[in-house]
C-alpha cells in the first residue's frame, strides 16, 4: 500500500474564508483523487487531479469552489473556498500506484465550518 | 450512480464466517469488482478485487458468479475489529471509485 500523508488531520474554521489540503504520497502515482464525506453519508468523488494541468471535476463540483492542483506524481492540494457551514466534511484523497490498480486512501481532513 | 445494490446493514457473531452479498447487474465485460470497508472515522481500506474468477487473500475471500450480476465477500472468521461499513464497487481499470451506500456490518460478541 501507498503511504499517504494528509494535513491538516482536522481543522474549525470560519466562514467565507478557505482552507486548503494537502495530500503527499510517499512513491510516484497515476491517479489521485479528491472525495468528500458529509457526516454519515458515503463518499462522493469530488474531482480526479491531473498532473500539470487542470482537475476533472464531477457533475456539482466546481472549481471555483474547489480549486485543485497536483504539480508532480506525488503531492495535490484541495482548496475548499469561501467555506459556508455545508462544506464541514471529512475531505479524503486517494491515490493509484504505478502497476497497480488499487486506490489506497488518506486518512481524511475532518473540517468544520462555524 | 453507484452501480451496485448491497443490504444497509447485517449482523454477525464473532468467530463465524459474514457472508456479504452485492449485486451488479448492469456490470460490463472490462469491469472488476472491488470491495473497499471503513472503519469509523478511518479513511476506506481496501479488501479484495476480482473480475471473473474466485479470489482470496489474507483478509477475505470474493465469489463471483458466473454470469458476473453478482458477487459474494466473505469474512471467515470475523472479529469484532471487523464491524465497519463495507462498499462493492464495479470500476474499470484505475478508473475512478464511485461509492454506494454501502453494508454495515455489526460484529456481535
Known amino acids: 500500500s501507498a503511504v499517504i500523508s494528509q494535513k491538516p488531520s482536522r481543522d474549525i474554521c470560519q466562514r467565507g474564508t478557505s482552507l486548503t489540503i494537502q495530500c503527499q504520497v510517499d512513491s510516484q502515482v497515476t491517479m489521485m483523487f479528491w472525495y468528500r464525506q458529509q457526516p454519515g453519508q458515503s463518499l462522493t468523488l469530488i474531482a480526479t487531479a491531473n498532473q500539470g494541468s487542470e482537475a476533472t471535476y464531477e457533475s456539482g463540483f466546481v472549481i471555483d469552489k474547489f480549486p485543485i492542483s497536483r504539480p508532480n506524481l506525488t503531492f495535490s492540494t484541495l482548496t475548499v473556498s469561501n467555506m459556508s457551514p455545508e462544506d464541514s466534511s471529512i475531505y479524503l484523497c486517494?491515490?493509484?500506484?504505478?502497476?497497480?490498480?488499487?486506490?489506497?486512501f488518506g486518512q481524511g481532513t475532518r473540517l468544520t465550518v462555524v | 450512480d453507484a452501480k451496485t445494490t448491497q443490504p444497509p446493514s447485517m449482523d454477525c457473531a464473532e468467530g463465524r464466517a459474514a457472508n456479504l452479498p452485492c449485486n451488479h447487474s448492469?456490470?460490463?465485460?472490462?469491469?472488476?469488482v472491488y470491495w473497499y470497508r471503513q472503519i469509523h472515522s478511518q479513511g476506506p481500506q481496501y479488501i479484495i478485487h476480482g473480475l471473473k474468477n474466485n479470489e482470496t487473500n489474507e483478509m477475505a475471500s470474493l465469489i463471483i458468479t458466473e454470469d458476473r450480476k453478482s458477487s459474494t465477500l466473505i469474512l471467515p472468521h470475523a472479529t469484532l475489529r471487523d464491524t465497519a461499513v463495507y462498499y462493492c464497487i464495479v470500476r474499470v481499470d484505475t478508473d475512478k471509485l464511485i461509492f454506494g451506500t454501502g453494508t454495515r456490518l455489526q460484529v456481535f460478541p
Open positions: 486517494s491515490v493509484v500506484r504505478w502497476g497497480n490498480t488499487e486506490a489506497f
Open positions: 448492469t456490470i460490463s465485460g472490462n469491469e472488476y
